[in-house]
Each structure stands twice: as structure tokens, then as C-alpha cells.
T-cell receptor, first 112, second 115 residues
Framework: GENVEQHPSTLSVQEGDSAVIKCTYSDSASNYFPWYKQELGKGPQLIIDIRSNVGEKKDQRIAVTLNKTAKHFSLHITETQPEDSAVYFCAAGKTSYDKVIFGPGTSLSVIP | GAGVSQSPSNKVTEKGKDVELRCDPISGHTALYWYRQSLGQGLEFLIYFQGNSAPDKSGLPSDRFSAERTGGSVSTLTIQRTQQEDSAVYLC?????????????FGNGTRLTVT
């Protein structure tokens, strides 16, 4: 089955700097790669997703890149703000309407 | 609009007791998922419903765990003879019918503590 790894497990950046989180997956049949943000005491919320027919996608300060050959995908957050502090999860699945397998998470702290 | 609703938000039970966790998905969402999140860990897939049937229940950890969904809506996750290792946050998610942009929408979870 699918296995998703995620690095780093914790990340601390100064406000205004960029943050990068990297994930790898094992199942070459996976074609859907969402990213979720989880704040304390709440369920994860989708922040951006990418499908395998696209190499890069951007939405304001966040961007995702996908290298399907290497089975790598990354989340980039620019101009970080304190409200970006949360746990971020990458995930992989065959389609957007099947189960997705989550990575272990990255705890991001943005220092004002 | 209303999101995914889970109840109770917190549950403390004694080892060996049975518990039922409830999930009300977003209206019109046909798929429903249960995940488990242990303290400081990622999300572990448990079971997935499409309508009332469960095509994938591969993540249920043991036969003490079961889930059902009725009327294509509410789902209940039941844990029998609870053990301390069952302590975790149980998250439910739903997604719209296939063919739409179908990301998972999560509830805030039920925090289960087995003493």
C-alpha cells in the first residue's frame, strides 16, 4: 500500500521568511496530492492540492511542486505570518475521491 | 454552511467498556471517511464509505472496531472492549460525489481517552 514520508517534523522560521516542507510517496499509482493545515483542537483543512498532470500550482503565498518521476512533492509558503503556525500534513491518493494516506506532519512555528 | 459534525467532542471511558462515536457529514456528500490521530502523530486511515457500503475497511485495527452508515448520511464508529491504546482523536471526513472537486472536509474530531 501507499506510504508517505514527510520532512522536517518541526520547522521554525522568522516572520517574512519562506518555509518548505517535503514529502515522498511510494505508490506510483497515486495521482492526487493534497496538503492540509491543522490548528490546535481542530480538524485538518485543505489548503491546496495538485494532480499528477500538473507539475506546479500556486495560490497566493502557497505553492506546491510535484516530481512524479522521483515521487517527491513539496509545499512552499512565502512571506510567512504568525497565523501560518500550525501542523501541516501532506497526503497521497489515487484520486480525489478515494482515501488518501497522510504523512506524519510538520509542526511549523513562525516567530514574530 | 454547516460542516462535518462529530459527537461527542470528548469521551472518557473505562477500559473494557464499549463506545460509539457519531459523525454527521455535510449534506449531499456521498463519501465518508474515518481516520484516527494519536497524540502528535499523523492521520491513520480506518474505513471509507461510499453511500452506505464500505468498499475499504482495511485500516480497522482489530475486530473490536466496526462502523456503519445509514441513509447515506450519519455514520457511527463503535469500539468494543476499549483498551488504553485506543486513546486518540477520531476524525471523520466527507467529500462530494465523484466528478466534482472532491477534497476531504474534516470535522473537529472526538477525543477518546480510555482510563
Amino acid at each position: 500500500g501507499e506510504n508517505v514520508e514527510q520532512h522536517p517534523s518541526t520547522l521554525s522560521v522568522q516572520e517574512g521568511d519562506s518555509a518548505v516542507i517535503k514529502c515522498t510517496y511510494s505508490d506510483s499509482a497515486s495521482n492526487y496530492f493534497p496538503w492540509y493545515k491543522q490548528e490546535l483542537g481542530k480538524g485538518p483543512q485543505l489548503i491546496i492540492d495538485i494532480r499528477s498532470n500538473v507539475g506546479e500550482k500556486k495560490d497566493q503565498r502557497i505553492a506546491v511542486t510535484l516530481n512524479k518521476t522521483a515521487k517527491h512533492f513539496s509545499l512552499h509558503i512565502t512571506e510567512t505570518q504568525p497565523e501560518d503556525s500550525a501542523v501541516y500534513f501532506c497526503a497521497a491518493g489515487k484520486t480525489s475521491y478515494d482515501k488518501v494516506i497522510f504523512g506524519p506532519g510538520t509542526s511549523l512555528s513562525v516567530i514574530p | 454552511g454547516a460542516g462535518v459534525s462529530q459527537s461527542p467532542s470528548n469521551k472518557v471511558t473505562e477500559k473494557g467498556k464499549d463506545v460509539e462515536l457519531r459523525c454527521d457529514p455535510i449534506s449531499g456528500h456521498t463519501a465518508l471517511y474515518w481516520y484516527r490521530q494519536s497524540l502528535g502523530q499523523g492521520l491513520e486511515f480506518l474505513i471509507y464509505f461510499q453511500g452506505n457500503s464500505a468498499p475499504d475497511k482495511s485500516g480497522l485495527p482489530s475486530d473490536r472496531f466496526s462502523a456503519e452508515r445509514t441513509g447515506g448520511s450519519v455514520s457511527t464508529l463503535t469500539i468494543q472492549r476499549t483498551q488504553q491504546e485506543d486513546s486518540a482523536v477520531y476524525l471523520c471526513a466527507s467529500s462530494p460525489p465523484r466528478g466534482n472537486n472532491s477534497p476531504l472536509h474534516f470535522g473537529n474530531g472526538t477525543r477518546l481517552t480510555v482510563t
